[in-house]
């Protein structure tokens, strides 16, 4: 018994080492999340090799370790290639080792394993909460081994050898999954949070610089472009020379807009809260942006519900134009602009979805960066910033979900939640949270 014990935690070990010390080393490494996921799953495969090589049981060429479990984490946290990947590196291996029923059982539980990983992985990612996550693996783990002694009890015929192995192996099966999803689960929380940090302190310095500088440099701004319209009106200015001044006075406004971004940035708390009818609120930014959506041929497609919420309205304002500003510069060729209001349990949803060009996962992760953006010389990096800080100051939160939903067509989820709305049609019936996803479909 004490060298099962030994084989159980030398097992369990494998499993830290390849889930807890690889992501930490990984974390610090200034790689894309692409070859972090492969070499995540590397590790992963090599402690499913040296699983097999020291196993908790080994009797008539059955082989009773945590290999399972690396699958289970492998495939449902990394996708079908990691699942697929784990799945070869097990049966290739294990038919090293040798033993025909074994080899079978492998096989069995090994296809089992990716099956379910492919249909399960899009909801484990998106759909679940942290502990969901934790329970759905220490249950799938229960079964796979269930389902593992069932089909070794046909060809092994000693109950002592039986016995030994359902002390040992089925309760470590578990212990192994929950142990291993508890870690996964907790790295990303605190890379997350790591994360969060950063961004904050970015945030925090430009917030200085835009509250120390913005009104210093509005002011001269504001005398010159006077003197420039009273030269534009002056009859002793020439054709070409009103040209020239007209272009300065368009690149002035250009620069007071972007201060007017770092002043909203730098003091974004709301002056005058009041009742904001979400639907009113929403058209008013749609009849603005509707020139420049018709001059890129976009399509505005809406569906809105007047739910009425809490805020100040120049505010809420500038966060819905600033993100549907952004979703039609992502349709040059033209498109359609899709807005939809809705109500789902707690949450008041604003759907804004876009046709457009798309991101990748690494731009999707710095939006809101201060300076960050993907138009090039035509963007700024403030709009998105902004946005974030709005939200920030409303005690709200940004969260960018990615996945796929056809095989050329993603949706990035984007969800703004902000404390205390209420609902017109249920006699101020106060809620929790408000929350605004922005669906942007990219092809």
Same mark, same amino acid.
């Given at each position: ?8 935690? *030398? ?7 390849? =889930? ?8 610090? !490494? ?35 370790? *945590? ?59 998106? &759909?679940?909460? &942290? ?30 050898? +039986? ?22 689960? $907790? ?37 010159? !472009?006077?003197?420039?319209? *009273?030269? =534009? ?46 639907? $009113? ?15 890129? &041929? ?38 359609? *602009? ?16 876009? $046709? ?32 974030? !800080? ?7 939160? +940004? ?6 939903? $056809? ?8 969800? =703004?939640?902000?404390? !205390? ?23």
């Amino acid at each position: 018994m004490p060298s099962l014990i030994r084989e159980v935690l *030398l097992n369990l070990f494998f499993i830290i080492l390849a =889930l807890l010390i690889v992501p930490i080393w990984l974390e610090e !490494r200034r790689i894309s999340d692409y070859a972090k996921t492969i070499l995540k799953t590397i590790a992963i495969g090599i402690c499913i090799i040296f699983c097999m090589t020291f196993p908790i049981h080994m009797t008539n060429g059955f082989i009773f370790d *945590l290999r399972q479990v690396a699958i289970w984490i492998g495939g449902l946290y990394g996708g079908t290639f990691s699942a697929l990947f784990l799945a070869m590196t097990t049966i290739i291996y294990r038919m090293i080792i040798g033993g025909t029923e074994g080899v079978i059982v492998t096989l069995i539980i090994t296809v089992i394993q990716v099956i379910i990983c492919f249909f399960f992985y899009r909801k484990f990612q998106t &759909s679940l909460s &942290s502990k969901q996550r934790i329970t759905s693996i220490t249950i799938l783990s229960i079964g796979t081994a269930i389902l593992t002694m069932v089909l070794s009890n046909i060809w092994i015929v000693d109950e002592y050898q +039986l016995s030994h192995i359902i002390s040992t192996y089925f309760p470590a099966q578990p212990l192994a999954a929950f142990l291993g999803a508890y870690i996964t689960e $907790t790295i990303q929380k605190h890379s997350e949070l790591r994360r969060r940090i950063v961004r904050a302190e970015k945030m925090e310095v430009v917030g200085h610089l835009a509250a120390s500088i913005s009104h210093e440099v509005r002011n001269p701004l504001t005398v010159s !472009r006077g003197f420039m319209q *009273l030269l =534009l009106q002056s009859e002793r200015m020439n054709y070409k020379d009103k040209q020239y001044i007209q272009i300065a006075i368009e690149e002035i406004d250009r620069a007071e807009a972007i201060i007017t971004d770092y002043l909203t940035f730098a003091k974004p708390a709301p002056e005058h809260v009041e009742k904001l009818n979400v639907k $009113t609120e929403i058209e008013r930014v749609i009849d603005i942006l509707r020139p420049f959506a018709n001059m890129s &041929s976009i399509e505005i497609q809406t569906s809105l519900v007047p739910f009425a919420v809490k805020g100040e309205r120049q505010k809420f304002q500038q966060c819905l134009l600033n993100v549907m500003k952004n979703a039609i510069e992502a349709m040059p060729n033209g498109g359609t *602009l899709r807005i939809n209001v809705s109500i789902d349990k707690d949450y008041v949803l604003i759907h804004i979805g876009d $046709t457009g060009v798309g991101m990748t996962k690494e731009q999707i992760e710095r939006l809101g960066e201060p300076y960050f953006t993907t138009k090039g010389a035509k963007g700024t990096g403030l709009g998105m910033m902004v946005v974030y !800080r709005i939200v920030e100051t409303m005690k709200g939160d +940004l969260l960018f979900i990615a996945k796929l939903v $056809t095989e050329q067509m993603y949706i990035c989820i984007f969800h =703004l939640i902000i404390s !205390r709305i209420w609902n017109n049609h249920q006699n101020d019936l106060h809620l929790n949270k408000l929350v605004i996803d922005l669906f942007f479909l990219f092809y």
